[in-house]
């Protein structure tokens, strides 16, 4: 399978902290990848790297073939890397196909165009029946998919995904969790930062951990979740309790 994105050394200091210091990591094509560490580790910091909306002190960025560290976010966005972000900024007033349009019409310039793509999107997420609702009347789930919808829009082979799970109940995150897989399964790339344990062990082929903007572990999500280092810095010994073989929860 080829590499659809590839980190090589990259470095991003904020004064004196330093945010990310010399991560890589490979993503292959239609890979699920969790990106996973503690508060402060430098996960959305990746990302801001990676999608053009920060500059690398150092490193580079290779999104199927091609360098996009350094270009303006909606370059990288052309070149088929699209994000969510951890805070939700929609147009609060608009309605969700306004906000979803705001997304496709990055390939589509005609109205009909960006109005049918946004509206695929849209029923792609399951936010079909609230297509006219202003944005900032969604339920915190539905902000989450709309959030998918508009990076789905500009038609993305690459999508990162910021804590979209966070805030939750058990029950969205399981419709949550099944929305990634259906990305998964459209043979999408995903790169995603959770702390919902639960969810990423359900989606993650591999996982990538940071901490303190280093990168300290790599590998299966098996690999991970029993490698002393990350139990150390992320997952804590309860975790390890919690999800071991035989133990009921
Ligand atoms: N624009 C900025 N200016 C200064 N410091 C920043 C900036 N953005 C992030 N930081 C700092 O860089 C470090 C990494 O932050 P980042 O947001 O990447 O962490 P994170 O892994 O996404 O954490 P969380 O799980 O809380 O979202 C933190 O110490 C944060 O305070
Ligand atoms: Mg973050």
């Known amino acids: ?4 994105l590839v980190v090589r050394n990259l470095s991003k200091r904020f004064g004196g902290l330093r ?6 990591f490979t993503v292959r094509e239609n890979e699920t990848v969790a990106l996973l560490g503690p508060n402060g580790a430098g996960k959305t910091t990746s990302f801001n790297l990676i999608t053009g909306f920060q500059t690398p002190d150092s490193g580079s960025v290779v999104a199927f073939g091609r360098e996009i ?13 699209a994000r969510t972000f951890q805070v939700a900024k929609p ?22 165009a960006a109005r049918e793509k946004a509206m695929e999107a849209i029923d792609f997420v399951g936010l079909g029946p609230r297509q006219s609702m202003p944005a900032r009347d969604l ?4 902000q989450r ?4 919808a508009r990076a789905l829009a500009t038609e993305p082979r690459l999508l ?3 804590e979209v799970m966070a805030g939750l109940n058990p029950s969205e995150i399981d419709q949550a969790v099944a929305l990634v897989r259906k990305l998964a399964s459209k043979g999408l790339t995903i790169v995603i930062v959770e702390h919902v344990m639960r969810a990423i062990m359900a989606v993650a082929d591999r996982m990538v951990v940071l901490d303190h903007g280093q990168k300290i572990a790599e590998g299966s999500p098996k690999e991970v979740v029993a490698n002393a280092d990350v139990i150390r810095a ?7 309790a919690e999800s071991a073989p035989g133990v009921a929860s």
């Open 1 to 4: 399978m080829a590499d659809a």
């Open 19 to 24: 945010a990310v210091q010399d991560i890589s």
């Open 69 to 81: 560290a350094r270009l303006r976010p909606h370059v990288v966005c052309s070149h088929g890397v």
């Open 91 to 112: 147009f609060g007033a608009m309605t969700v196909l306004s906000n979803v349009m705001t997304g496709a019409f990055l390939h589509h310039k005609g109205m009909a």
């Open 139 to 142: 339920t915190t789930i539905d």
């Open 145 to 148: 998919r709309l959030e998918m």
């Open 160 to 162: 990162l995904l910021d």
């Open 234 to 240: 992320y997952l804590g010994s309860e975790h390890v």
